[in-house]
């Protein structure tokens, strides 16, 4: 693991509450893994929490536990969901950190810097809370009240009397406890009667009573707490993920004809003085070299753009695909899991599949490369210097060889001798005046 900018002056273990049933979302996908630029939006919790080299505990349902989101965090399971303290209940046993620091797993713009403030506290125990923007001030979360400038209590907004409603300080669900604490007074919070659940937030409130200063740190990033509930509030944080993304490129020398229309995934590469038009979609694992060219309405997943590059226009690009220096492809081309090399080109309406391509050779339009027989992949071989002439199908497996001619229209089944003319097509035959009695047959007249 990269080591993190962020210097820890304290043992703390985290824990992640991520076993809410997501049911306003309506979707089969569990909330916690649903994307935001490609990404599961309870991974950019955990790997905000893993930056800081802590153990990180996750409070899940028992069937989402072996998911690979969390093949380096230790899952703890909420049989039954009870509430958010109930939750905390189930990790306490594992706690051995001086201190914990408790936060939702729902919230994929919380970034490193958002914790810093939180984990690094000289006091035991503190609360985040969001300043609510005044246009934003009917949002249903939790108000935290202070009284005369110090923690009072947090109260659910739907509890709230209309003067606890309009404070601006909201609860941001991201917590540090002392371990200690919190194990000593996690069993005392009891059910509310009327949600029948356990309120994490009463802690607080026992801590305050029982003489334990409670500190709030006050976070006027409002979107980077907020939760995921719905579709509305994924569509929102993809649209905040995009806009960092954008500014990210384009602070580092990308240019965007149109950021608007660019889409990118949380872990694309891209070089300086690379070009992006408009309308274009990034998906996962994507590097892009220096000077490279994307055109309008291309769409890349999975793949590696060496520098001086041209992709597109309408051009599909995944499962590995290559692309070596000065190598371009054209509008309406897919290239799945081949590699074109150095100065090699396909400009026109081609699909390039399972195949590697030498250098500075040239596959006319229409051309496909047929990989699948029905049950199996199968690889084709294009060496140096080999010219496709148009509309040539090359059915695989199958090895051209270098400098090699393929005749357009050609149907290739058996391997190309370096520097052979490849003709396969039937001979034409034409029949005088046939077409004109064809034509009256089907009751057509000049």
């Known amino acids: 693991m990269k080591s993190s900018p962020f210097v820890v002056v304290m043992s703390i273990d985290f824990v992640i509450l991520a076993a809410g049933l997501g049911t306003r979302m309506k979707s089969s996908t569990p909330k916690i893994f649903q994307t935001v630029a490609g990404k599961p939006i309870v991974r950019y919790v955990v790997d905000a929490c893993k930056s800081f080299g802590q153990n990180v505990f996750v409070v899940t349902q028992e069937h ?5 989101c969390f093949v380096d965090v230790t899952p703890v399971v909420q049989r039954s969901p009870k509430g958010t303290a109930d939750a905390v209940r189930q990790a306490v046993g594992f706690l051995k950190s001086e201190y914990t620091v ?3 797993g729902d919230m994929p713009l919380l970034e490193n810097r958002h914790l810093d403030a939180l984990v690094n506290a ?3 125990n503190t609360l985040t809370a969001m300043i609510v923007p005044d246009e934003l001030s009917h949002m249903t979360y939790g108000r935290v009240i202070l009284q005369d400038g110090q923690f009072d209590h947090i109260i659910e907004y739907k509890n709230a009397t209309p003067e606890e409603r309009s404070s601006k300080l909201a609860n941001a669900g991201v917590y540090k406890v ?6 000593r007074y996690i069993g005392e919070i009891r059910e509310n009667p009327v949600s029948k659940e356990f309120y994490l937030t009463d802690l607080f409130g026992i801590l305050k009573d029982t003489g334990n200063e409670v500190t709030v740190i006050q976070n006027d990033d409002y979107w980077s707490f907020h939760g995921i509930n719905t579709m509305q509030d994924l569509a929102k944080a993809e649209r905040i993920m995009q806009t960092r993304l954008r500014e990210k490129f384009m602070n580092a020398g990308v240019k965007l004809l149109d950021p608007e229309t660019t889409y990118f995934a949380h872990d694309t590469e891209i070089a ?8 274009v979609i990034i998906g996962v694992e994507v590097r892009i070299g220096r000077g490279s060219r994307i055109n309008a309405f291309s769409h890349l997943v999975d793949c590696e753009i060496s520098a001086n590059v041209e992709i597109g226009p309408f051009a599909r690009i995944r499962g590995g695909a290559k692309f070596m220096s000065k190598s371009s492809i054209g509008n309406f081309v897919e290239v799945k899991g081949s590699t074109l090399g150095c100065g090699s080109k396909a400009k026109h309406l081609a699909y390039i599949g399972d195949t590697t391509i030498g250098d500075s050779s040239n596959i006319g339009a229409g051309t496909i490369t047929c990989n699948y027989d029905g049950v199996k992949k199968h690889k084709t071989s294009i060496g140096d210097y080999v010219f496709v002439g148009s509309n040539s199908t090359l059915i695989a497996p199958v090895s051209v060889g270098d400098g090699a001619i393929i005749g357009a229209g050609s149907v290739i089944t058996k391997d190309v001798s370096p520097n052979s ?3 396969a097509r039937t001979s034409q035959t034409e029949i005088p005046d046939l077409a004109e009695k064809i034509w009256r047959d089907k009751g057509r007249r000049k």
Do not use: G
Not at 64 to 68: S, Y
Not at 272 to 279: A, G, K, L, R, T
């Open 64 to 68: 989402l536990r072996e998911d690979n």
């Open 102 to 104: 408790i936060l939702c």
């Open 122 to 124: 000289t006091q035991d």
């Open 178 to 183: 002392k371990t200690e604490l919190l194990k």
């Open 272 to 279: 300086s003085d690379v070009v992006i038009e408009p309308n």
């Open 421 to 423: 003319l490849a003709i």
